[in-house]
Nanobody, 115 residues
Framework: QVQLVESGGGLVQAGGSLRLSCVASRSIGSVNVMSWYRQAPGKQRELVATINSGGGTSIVDSVKARFTIFKDNAKNTMYLQMNSLKPEDTGVYYC?????????WGQGTQVTVSS
């Protein structure tokens, strides 16, 4: 139902930073949960971070000290700020929206961290 467009990926050296964006086609104030996932080649997709309609956040322990999730409701945009990047962070990053009525995935954006 909601379309999601991701951007902000790229190539960065270890220790560098990237900010990923996910723009939604409708108000994200009506979305119960928005999330960031990532998937390395040949591996399972894993949950990285979530933010709910009230602004509450949850971040996986492996990146909690380095990543921040936030949103701008006026711009219908969710962000993932990634600092102190490591080669193990390399993969395709996806955003997802969820409500009881529907869920949607973005197309993904590639993040590559060189050592």
């Amino acid at each position: 139902q909601v379309q999601l467009v991701e951007s902000g990926g790229g190539l960065v050296q270890a220790g560098g930073s990237l900010r990923l964006s996910c723009v939604a086609s409708r108000s994200i104030g009506s979305v119960n949960v928005m999330s960031w996932y990532r998937q390395a080649p040949g591996k399972q997709r894993e949950l990285v971070a979530t933010i709910n309609s009230g602004g509450g956040t949850s971040i996986v322990d492996s990146v909690k000290a380095r990543f921040t999730i936030f949103k701008d409701n006026a711009k219908n945009t969710m962000y993932l700020q990634m600092n102190s990047l490591k080669p193990e962070d390399t993969g395709v990053y996806y955003c997802k929206s969820w409500t009881p009525k529907s869920s949607s995935w973005g197309q993904g954006t590639q993040v590559t961290v060189s050592s």
